[in-house]
């Protein structure tokens, strides 16, 4: 949790563009409606979980001095502080990184999007709206947009114009790749399995992580068939090799269920998730790694 102590701005409007030269840093992951972003002078910022740190993230991933945000020569520049849990750029772990207006930060398990002063405004709506339909995490969608895309798409089917096919997806024995390696490893093994994923997708199909290790992928138009195809390239890919964090392998399977409507009765989004996940469960217990319809 980001301390109380932690000196954001009052409020989500952008500062003050004539007088003000920096940048901004927000929260993706976790992240909290309540959260405002923190504005980048030219002073050095401490991260970490010290009550002294500008940026005070009260987290046990967290060091007390993790790493600093400071301004070089006109431009903004990231430093380790010999931290545990290291700190990323863009998933690359770094010392020292230049940072460029974009990237995203992560110090433990928290990560940040930094934006700079150049188009600021548009890029600031740019990423606040995507914090409103993207999982901070793994960067695909997040649940919210997954259930206003499926609503709209069984409109579209009931009027006839369409067949849906909803598939869900859950990372096989997920409690235990925490307990044995850790919360950073399933983080990596999340993102890694989103990864995988997204290069294996068609036109018309939409990822959306639903919760934890949970996924789900909407397929338009698309028969029951054509979710099943979906279904095996995904779990291909994801079986093909172990995930890796630092120097660990850690294997990797998905267990998926396929349903699909073609609009012959009326169904709300919740009513066809509950039938893919029945069909995720059978695919549970007849032993993992598999796809049921």
Known sequence: MISTATRFSNSLFVPDLPTWNGGLLIRIHPASPLDRPLELSDRTVLVGRDESAELRLEEDSISRRHAQLFCHEGKWLVRDLNSTNGTYVNEQRCLDATLKSGDRIRFGNQIFKFITLDGLESKYHEVIFKMMTTDGLTQV????????????ELQQAQRGLQSVCLLMM???????????????AGDAVLIEFARRALSVLRGGEILARYGGEEFSLLCTPASLQDGLVAAERIRQAVAAAPATFES???????????????????ITPNQLISKADSLLYKAKQNGRNRVES
């Open 141 to 152: 969608y997040n649940k919210r947009f997954l259930l206003d895309s499926l609503e709209r």
């Open 170 to 184: 859950d990372l096989d024995k997920f409690k235990s790749i925490n307990d044995t390696f850790g919360h950073l």
């Open 248 to 266: 660990t392998q850690i294997p990797m399977t998905v267990s998926i269920g396929v349903t699909s409507y073609c609009g012959s009765t009326a």
